[in-house]
T-cell receptor, first 111, second 116 residues
Framework: TQLLEQSPQFLSIQEGENLTVYCNSS?????LQWYRQEPGEGPVLLVT???GGEVKKLKRLTFQFGDARKDSSLHITAAQPGDTGLYLC???????????WGAGTKLIIKP | GAGVSQSPSNKVTEKGKDVELRCDPI?????LYWYRQSLGQGLEFLIY????????KSGLPSDRFSAERTGGSVSTLTIQRTQQEDSAVYLC??????????????FGDGTRLSIL
């Protein structure tokens, strides 16, 4: 059972366009993290959101945690080729020992 | 080194052989995680260590998989009698503590395992 659904699974757009990636669940999470992974490397943490409704910005990336803490979104403004990678969301539930991972969104930004 | 180190970076072996994958976490990190990732996919949790203990082994796919951690530092993931479906990238991550779960996990670059 996939407790965290990411969409879309794959996205290929032109440089300069905007995009949004979604991470959805029917479960409540105490916090949610977004990671980016480039080919041949391990994932790198971008942000952690912990409060319902929280919005965090990282340059052109905007992360939002849903009010009910069941979903999150990542919005990229004016995408650049350097944004290319696999974006993974991971949710924490206090009853678990480990994070619940989404299947990832593969993003390609074409010059 | 400053980051999580994994070795080997690539391993090609024949079906039926045993393999050992090594992870050297960031110094001082008490929590260590092993994941498996198929090409371009998300992460499959295998096992985690708090110190030298493994409170959660629920992700190990079969009894051919085992892991240990010694001295609260280096960890080894062993796969016995490898099968072709074991081919994947095996990632190791460490964090300062296991709780709370929202702490950053720092990943190595993985071991790409190919079973012929």
């Amino acid at each position: 059972t996939q407790l965290l659904e990411q969409s879309p699974q794959f996205l290929s757009i032109q440089e300069g366009e905007n995009l949004t990636v979604y991470c959805n669940s029917s479960s409540v999470f105490s916090s949610l993290q977004w990671y980016r992974q480039e080919p041949g490397e391990g994932p790198v943490l971008l942000v952690t959101v912990v409060t319902g409704g929280e919005v965090k910005k990282l340059k052109r990336l905007t992360f939002q945690f849903g009010d009910a803490r069941k979903d999150s979104s990542l919005h990229i403004t004016a995408a650049q080729p350097g944004d290319t990678g696999l974006y993974l969301c991971a949710g924490a539930r206090d009853s678990n020992y480990q994070l619940i991972w989404g299947a990832g969104t593969k993003l390609i930004i074409k010059p | 080194g400053a980051g999580v180190s994994q070795s080997p970076s690539n391993k090609v072996t024949e079906k039926g052989k045993d393999v050992e994958l090594r992870c050297d976490p960031i110094s001082g990190h008490t929590a260590l995680y092993w994941y498996r990732q198929s090409l371009g996919q998300g992460l499959e949790f295998l096992i985690y260590f708090q110190g030298n203990s493994a409170p959660d082994k629920s992700g190990l796919p079969s009894d051919r998989f085992s892991a240990e951690r010694t001295g609260g530092s280096v960890s080894t993931l062993t796969i016995q009698r490898t099968q072709q479906e074991d081919s994947a990238v095996y990632l190791c991550a460490s964090s300062l503590k296991a709780r709370p779960l929202n702490q950053p996990q720092h990943f190595g670059d993985g071991t790409r395992l190919s079973i012929l």
